[in-house]
């Protein structure tokens, strides 16, 4: 069992928004601005999506955007585009004991 | 450019140990944390634990405590990461991955490592 709670899958459009939620304690995601977002094509590395909540890496489409409420980030995607389909984990810091946590990933399907 | 480059897939039995090593390139190698994560074959990403090269410090999650170890050279940029009394549970892709600005983000990632293990 991951230690962030992500919905297995989610689907939409092309065109369309989708929301991905990471759902955290007050332990890792609801005490500190450093969920980070992934996203992994079959047989690929993971790739850095958002960092430190809601900042995007450079050459990472602005279609993506990361954003948090208490214990819970949500990652964003404007404009579903057929290559979006892709696993897609969040990740937070937990704490100086625990360090990383990882949700257990989203599979997003474009209809 | 940041690569990560990581060593080729492995076998081992039961009970064995695997070292897998990360080179990096195209960048400071000291300045910045190297984490492994693996990945299940079909399941989500989980984090091992981490040297911090320029202190040659490691932290490790509790899960894999005892029984990882990673460590960096520094003249060669490689970090390594070693885990032992493997067990058919172990089979994964294993993958580096360079800690960003905040240390606890990934920005740059290897090639990813299969190891399997299988008497």
């Known amino acids: 069992q991951s230690a962030l709670t992500q919905p297995a899958s989610v689907s939409g459009s092309p065109g369309q928004s989708i929301t991905i939620s990471c759902t955290g304690t007050?332990?890792?995601?609801?005490?500190?601005?450093?969920v980070s977002w992934y996203q992994q094509h079959p047989g690929k590395a993971p790739k850095l999506m958002i960092y430190e909540g809601s900042k995007r890496p450079s050459g990472v489409s602005n279609r993506f955007s990361g954003s948090k409420s208490g214990n819970t980030a949500s990652l964003t995607i404007s404009g579903l585009q057929a290559e979006d389909e892709a696993d897609y984990y969040c990740c937070s810091y937990a704490g100086s004991s625990t360090y990383v946590v990882f949700g257990g990933g989203t599979k997003l399907t474009v209809l | 450019q940041v690569q990560l480059v990581q060593s080729g897939a492995e076998v081992k039995k039961p009970g064995s140990s695997v070292k897998v090593s990360c080179k990096a390139s195209g960048g400071t190698f000291s300045s910045y944390t190297i984490s492994w994560v693996r990945q299940a074959p079909g399941q989500g990403l989980e984090w091992m634990g981490r040297?911090?090269?320029?202190?040659?410090?490691?932290n490790y999650a509790q899960k894999f405590q005892g029984r990882v170890t990673i460590t960096a050279d520094k003249s060669t940029s490689t970090a390594y990461m070693e885990l032992s009394s493997l067990r058919s549970e172990d089979t994964a892709v294993y993958y580096c991955?360079?800690?960003?600005?905040?240390?606890?983000?990934?920005?740059?990632w290897g090639q990813g490592t299969l190891v399997t293990v299988s008497s």
């Open positions: 991955a360079r800690g960003g600005s905040s240390w606890y983000d990934f920005d740059y």
């Open positions: 007050s332990s890792d995601v609801g005490s500190y601005n450093l």
């Open positions: 040297i911090i090269p320029i202190l040659g410090i490691a």
